[in-house]
């Protein structure tokens, strides 16, 4: 294989009697049969004999504000999306759709903090900044061009007609977040709803968390679908979201693994998400799983290879906002992304690093008033929103100090060694990593990561020799340091949790140290579709293509781990 992104041909099949299409169809149609075949009865009967009583009743209230939402989120992002693809036609309809959704959770988090102390952050104020953007693109409209939908796309689609059908269904009959430790937020978000005004330092009415635990961008951003979407209740405008925010989940998903090694890699990544719990978590709506989407969003743009300045400045505005919706989970983000630039340091990049540094800087200065909530620091108005306008400014101006600058990365040596480590940590994982059994839980994510890291340094050191042996150029290749640093951060983070969490007297700091184990149980499963989906990609592309997809899909949907140990941990079917 010497192209290092792992692509396939782009062209849609045409649909005959004979079509791979159909041959396609009727083989998932057949593992869907033996999945259901393979269920026991006890599963069976949670699908059959569920109780639907009442359902009709619930529906009449999460009906019309799921149509609210979703179209206010929907006509929210497309307004921004024309405006980045006016600005930026080459940022493609898809990275705009990205950024135009994602865009609208940015806004709420910095428009939050604007507004909200003033009481604007209102029906009125957000529609009136809908329609000056719209009369914007009224006036000078961008142009669409839809290119053919590419293999890793039709995989995000195949993803997309798995998960979204019982989403839709658990979404309409959930009146409430299906899960009880999420009240706080949508809580904080009522607040803001009902009084029209958002006080940071006292936005706490559900009384149960201490302020380290507030989820600010979160609460803004349910506030803001509430209020944009007419929707009174803070629950209902939680509970609207969860369809959205698992499609955007799953387009952040393909766009990181496009980014980090090409379009299959990136669909075959959205497919593994149903071996990781965050289908599952996802519509608790708590800032634990959401800020997955952010993170997805803010590392796809920061390590797309095209450094274009548009990308970059929503890579950096969405680590921010990750941050402040969930600050372990953001931190992990933004920790994956620094501690790749100290790769590109290593590889005498020096200007690109210090631009990367400065925009992670800026990113940080946007996220700074999350920290001073949970510390409760309190400043006055408009100290906060100041504080994340010179943020933004220096996300800015760093995006345009690194955009067009190639990343050469010489340092290659470096990111094989961490690899090796980590592919030795995930295969063999001697004690005392995983404290939470992560080979019981997620055996095909962890093994698929251990040999798809392998599989990298393998196929990366015979591309080199062969271009060396060629006199060639080195062919473009997978950023090996990217993915295998977002698994080492977790390594890291966890293990010096484990050690040092007992040693602090302070039995709060104590919950707080060990919290960093339980949220790395969410980020150790994302993080190892990447390398799993490198190792699958690579089978589809030099093997078979349907073989490939078919194992995949037994691997996944067949129940096979209930019938091998039923007492084994359901983190994961697969």
């Given at each position: 294989m010497d192209a290092a992104h792992i692509d396939g041909p782009s062209s849609m099949p045409k649909v005959t009697a004979r079509s791979p299409f159909l041959i396609d169809a009727a083989l998932i149609v057949l593992i869907a049969a033996i999945s259901i075949a393979g269920l026991t009865r006890g599963q069976l009967d949670m699908i059959t004999v569920s109780p639907w009583t009442g359902f009709g009743t619930v529906l009449m209230e999460t009906g019309p504000a799921a149509i609210k939402v979703w179209t206010f989120w929907a006509v929210s992002a497309a307004i921004i999306a024309g405006l980045l693809l006016r600005a930026r036609p080459a940022l493609g309809p898809l990275d705009a759709a990205i950024g135009g959704l994602a865009g609208v959770w940015i806004f709420a988090y910095v428009g939050g903090n604007l507004l909200g102390p003033i009481g604007l952050l209102r029906f009125w104020t957000v529609w009136a900044l809908l329609a000056v953007g719209a009369y914007r693109l009224w006036q000078s409209p961008p142009k669409l061009e839809w290119p053919p939908l590419s293999p890793g796309q039709r995989l995000v689609l195949l993803t997309c007609t798995f998960a979204l059908p019982t989403l839709v269904i658990l979404q309409l009959g959930s009146p409430v977040p299906p899960f009880m430790d999420i009240f706080a937020t949508p809580a904080a978000a009522q607040r803001i709803i009902t009084f029209g005004r958002y006080l940071p330092f006292s936005n706490d009415p559900y009384g149960?968390?201490?302020?380290?635990?507030?989820?600010?961008?979160?609460?803004?951003?349910?506030?803001l679908l509430g209020i944009g979407s007419a929707t009174s209740l803070g629950l209902l405008a939680d509970t609207g979201a969860i369809v959205p925010m698992t499609v955007l989940f799953i387009l952040g998903t393909y766009r990181l693994g496009k980014a980090l090694a090409g379009d299959l890699v990136g669909g075959m990544a959205t497919l593994f998400l149903f071996a990781t719990i965050l289908f599952r978590v996802m519509p608790f709506g708590h800032g634990r799983s959401t800020a997955f989407v952010l993170v997805a969003i803010g590392l796809a743009f920061f390590f797309?290879?095209?450094?274009?300045?548009?990308?970059?400045?929503?890579?950096?505005?969405?680590l921010a906002t990750a941050v402040a919706s969930?600050?372990?989970?953001?931190?992990?983000?933004?920790?994956?992304?620094?501690?790749?630039?100290?790769?590109?340091?290593?590889?005498?990049?020096?200007?690109?690093?210090?631009?990367?540094?400065?925009?992670?800087?800026?990113?940080?200065?946007?996220?700074?008033?999350t920290l001073l909530i949970g510390l409760k620091i309190v400043v006055p108005y408009p100290v906060l929103p100041a504080i994340q306008l010179v943020g933004i400014a220096v996300?800015?101006?760093?995006?345009?100090?690194?955009?067009?600058?190639?990343?050469?990365?010489?340092?290659?040596?470096?990111?094989?060694?961490?690899?090796?480590?980590?592919?030795?940590i995930l295969l063999r994982h001697p004690s005392p990593f995983f404290p939470k059994n992560h080979p019981g839980r997620f055996p095909l994510l962890l093994y698929g990561a251990g040999v798809g890291l392998l599989f990298m340094v393998g196929l990366d050191f015979v591309r080199m020799l062969r271009a060396r042996r060629a006199g060639a150029p080195r062919p473009p290749r997978p950023q090996v340091g990217a993915?295998?640093?977002?698994?080492?951060?977790?390594?890291?983070?966890?293990?010096?949790?484990?050690?040092?969490w007992l040693s602090f007297p302070d039995p709060s700091a104590q919950t707080a140290i060990h919290d960093l184990v339980d949220k790395v149980d969410y980020?150790?499963?994302?993080?190892?579709?990447?390398p799993t989906a490198y190792l699958a990609a690579w089978l589809s592309t030099n093997v078979s293509r349907r073989a490939t997809l078919m194992a995949v899909l037994l691997i996944l949907f067949i129940p096979w781990r209930d019938h091998i140990d039923p007492n084994q941990p359901k983190g994961s079917n697969a």
């Open positions: 149960y968390w201490d302020a380290s635990s507030q989820l600010p961008g979160l609460e803004l951003f349910y506030a797309d290879e095209e450094r274009d300045r548009l990308r970059l400045t929503i890579a950096g505005l969405a969930h600050a372990i989970i953001g931190a992990l983000g933004m920790a994956t992304a620094a501690t790749t630039v100290l790769l590109w340091i290593v590889s005498g990049e020096i200007v690109s690093a210090l631009a990367a540094i400065g925009l992670l800087a800026g990113a940080t200065i946007v996220a700074l008033p996300v800015w101006w760093s995006a345009r100090w690194l955009e067009g600058r190639p990343m050469r990365d010489r340092s290659f040596w470096l990111a094989w060694l961490f690899a090796l480590w980590a592919a030795y993915i295998t640093m977002a698994i080492v951060v977790g390594i890291i983070v966890e293990s010096v949790a484990e050690r040092v980020w150790y499963p994302f993080v190892f579709t990447l």
